[in-house]
């Protein structure tokens, strides 16, 4: 229950502040950039606030094409550079400390969790999906992966990436992404209603199988130096760690879990009963670290990464606001 003196359980309440002060973040974000997007749908001459670079988080695809155009033409594309800032800044995060976005900031991750213990509470237990069945659904999220590398990192050429990049399909696609939660179709709502009772009775449902920025970020985290580390000689075998794991991992038998579908929430190590047995560690690293360290390296690697980018002049947009009054009526016409 403790590690070098701090209970292990505090890591699950560290996680809940990081996840929802980052959560609040979001929605800080998203009403700043409604806000704005309103100014000018109301033909406002000034903005009412200015516009959240933040918001382009939400843009991996196009983030995705400004990280080939950069490694390509060896310059950021200036439309949405937040875009690509955010998308490098997690994959780093990925390499260095597992799949962490997902457990500790990501909103969807956050949500998601919720859900299967809003589920748990209701039905008094989660689901298991049979195990054939778990294994295709999850190469699902690693096919969808495959489809974009080879649209956007294989079969683009830099004439394709600049002209995908220069167009106003773009430009508003952080408009037309607050569109699509904020004038959801039909479709769009069932979709959501069916992935949402999916996501109470089977933990992380749309993480496990479908989300492919997820399966990015697990392959990345393959060579993370950081893992779950089990003290074979002290643990009790009590199973209490691979019962409670958001991903379902087997944890009680594994030396170190090697596993892309280790998020690195911590909620084994808050879990185990014995005094340092379970722990996340770096390779280099022989003695159990405290509880802190893990988040306190996660959160400075996000806050240095968006950091670098404000102070390098690769954060605002350079899109001002008569280009934004331009373009915004032509969303609903704009489709690629
Ligand atoms: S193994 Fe531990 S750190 Fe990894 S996902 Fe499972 S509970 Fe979280
Ligand atoms: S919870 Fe701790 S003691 Fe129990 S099986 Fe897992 S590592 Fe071993």
Same mark, same amino acid.
């Given at each position: ?186 479709? *769009?709502? =069932? ?13 992380? @449902? #749309?993480? $496990?199988? /479908? ?55 911590? *909620?084994? =190590? ?13 390779? @280099? #690293?022989? $003695?159990? /670290? ?47």
């Amino acid at each position: 229950m403790y590690l070098n003196g701090i209970s292990t359980k505090s890591a699950s309440t560290i996680r809940t502040v990081v996840q929802w002060c980052f959560m609040l973040w979001v929605i800080g974000i998203g009403i700043r950039f409604g806000m704005f997007v309103n100014s000018v749908e109301r033909g406002a001459v000034v903005p009412l606030v200015s516009r959240p670079p933040g918001v382009e988080g939400f843009l991996p695809i196009g983030a995705l094409t400004s990280l080939k155009y950069w490694l390509v033409s060896g310059e950021i594309h200036p439309v949405h550079p937040a875009a690509l800032v955010i998308f490098v800044t997690i994959l780093l995060m990925s390499l260095l400390a597992k799949k962490s976005f997902c457990s500790w900031l990501c909103p969807v991750g956050t949500l998601s969790e919720g859900a299967f213990k809003i589920g748990r509470k209701l039905a008094g237990r989660n689901y298991r999906i049979w195990r054939w069945l778990d294994y295709g659904l999850r190469s699902i999220k690693y096919l969808l992966l495959l489809m974009f590398v080879k649209f956007i990192l294989v079969d683009m050429s830099v004439e394709a990436l600049g002209g995908f990049l220069d167009a106003p399909y773009w430009a508003v696609s952080d408009v037309k992404m607050l569109h699509f939660f904020t004038s959801m179709s039909l479709t *769009t709502m =069932v979709v959501l209603a069916i992935l949402t009772l999916f996501s109470l009775f089977y933990k992380m @449902f #749309w993480c $496990r199988y /479908l989300c492919p920025y997820g399966a990015l970020l697990g392959l990345a985290s393959i060579v993370s130096p950081f893992k779950i580390r089990r003290d074979s000689t002290r643990c009790t075998g009590c199973q209490r760690c691979s019962a409670i794991c958001p991903s379902s991992l087997v944890v009680h038998s594994s030396t170190a879990v090697s596993s892309p579908e280790c998020t690195g929430c911590l *909620t084994c =190590v808050a879990h185990c009963p014995e005094r340092n047995v379970l722990a996340m560690q770096p390779v @280099f #690293w022989k $003695r159990p /670290l405290p509880v802190w360290v893990f988040p306190a390296v996660v959160v400075f690697m996000f806050m240095a990464g968006t950091g670098a980018g404000m102070v390098s002049g690769h954060w605002q947009s350079s899109l001002s606001y008569s280009d934004y009054q331009r373009l915004i009526p032509l969303v609903q016409s704009l489709s690629h």
